[in-house]
């Protein structure tokens, strides 16, 4: 990549565009070059620095300010040595054309470090950005607060508990099961997901997921300050990438399947009542329309209460249930928040 001249300003006598080079007094008044406001030119006004060899950023005289090259021992200005003399500081590297020709206005005073014009230009965004970043600290706050806050309330639930005494008021039971029938069912998925007894499959390609693909690059000229009164240009390039879909094949297929149409249930009440399953009549056969007998379920229940009137249902094993008979105490366990009684530890009162 060539190198170029920085520019600078004459501060005493107001003349402009200076090469940093070049130019380390102002060939109009003498002044000394100040390596503190050199600046990048304008695109169009780039001077290239012919045969360049870089030998390091540039020291600035304590004597008298001027700037040295690197490899000088004695001050060009006033013959002082640099021995211990500082390097001058650099500009922050620049996208070409952005900060170009800008600099301090001449004869105002030294406001520090130089300010970059993004740097004021983008403030207002910068503020919003800051919004925005307290305003998702403080959603992210609220929701680790409800969080922590639902997590005590159902360990207080689990642990916080107090013991109850519980009269048996009665019981009830159910037994029900499911009548299935052999019907079409009408499924879709990936090809590869479909069963073996899958008939009129119509098969299509339906997009599954999608894959980076690199698509060229985007670059962009960046000026680099040197230090020494040059500035080099350098090219830095990101990749650029697109979205593809990766396709599959996706199959629609009508298949035999056992689905629940019907649910038969016998109830009863009271301990004396004997649990039964419900009638059921099914087919034998295995083809389509024909039924047969699906899950069956049995719940036992019985009903409790406490000494104040409160009540309380558990769905018990059968074996356990007919041992409460109506009447009998019993103690138990219930969360102090919601009142809710512990069906797994009922013991008979001593
Ligand atoms: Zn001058
Ligand atoms: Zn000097």
Not at 52 to 63: L, M, P, W
Not at 67 to 80: D, K, M, R
Not at 290 to 319: M, W
Request: charged share 30%; aromatic share 6%.
């Amino acid at each position: 990549m060539p190198t170029y001249e920085m520019f600078w300003d004459c501060d005493r006598c107001g003349t402009e565009k200076l090469l940093g080079k070049t130019h380390r007094h102002c060939p109009n008044c003498g002044a000394p070059q100040d390596p503190g406001r050199r600046y990048f030119p304008p695109e169009e006004e780039k001077v290239a620095v012919e045969d360049h060899k870089y030998v390091g950023a540039d020291r600035r005289c304590v004597s008298c300010d001027t700037p040295n090259s690197a490899a000088a021992e004695f001050c060009t200005n006033c013959g002082n040595a640099l021995e211990g003399a500082g390097s001058v500081s650099m500009k922050a590297e620049v996208e070409a054309g952005m900060q170009s020709g800008t600099r301090k206005p001449a004869k105002a005073p030294d406001p520090g470090p130089a300010k970059k014009p993004e740097a004021s230009g983008g403030s207002g965004a910068g503020a919003a950005a800051a919004g925005m970043g307290l305003f998702g600290m403080g959603c992210l706050g609220l929701v680790a607060v409800v969080f922590v806050g639902f997590l005590i309330v159902c360990l207080l639930n689990l642990f916080w508990t107090e013991s109850a005494d519980l009269t048996v008021k009665g019981h009830t039971w159910t037994r029900s099961i499911e009548l299935e029938k052999l019907s079409v069912s009408n499924e879709s998925d990936w090809c590869n997901e479909m069963p073996a007894n899958a008939k009129n499959v119509k098969r299509t390609e339906k997009k599954k997921s999608s894959k980076k693909v690199k698509d060229g690059e985007d670059c962009k000229t960046k000026n680099v300050d040197q230090g020494d009164g040059t500035f080099k240009t350098k090219k830095e390039c990101t990749p650029r990438y697109r979205e593809e879909p990766v396709m599959a094949a996706w199959c629609s297929w009508e298949a035999e399947k056992w689905k629940t149409f019907d649910t038969k249930k016998s109830t009863g009440t009271g301990l004396d009542s004997k649990p039964e399953w419900p009638k059921v009549s099914v087919d034998t056969c295995q083809t389509l329309g024909c039924s047969r007998q699906g899950e069956k379920k049995e719940v036992y229940t019985v009903e409790l209460a406490e000494a104040d009137g409160s009540k309380h249902t558990c769905d018990l094993k059968e074996p356990k249930w007919r041992t409460m008979a109506v009447g009998s105490k019993w103690t138990g366990t219930k969360a102090v928040l919601t009142g809710g009684l512990k069906c797994t530890d009922l013991e008979p009162a001593k």
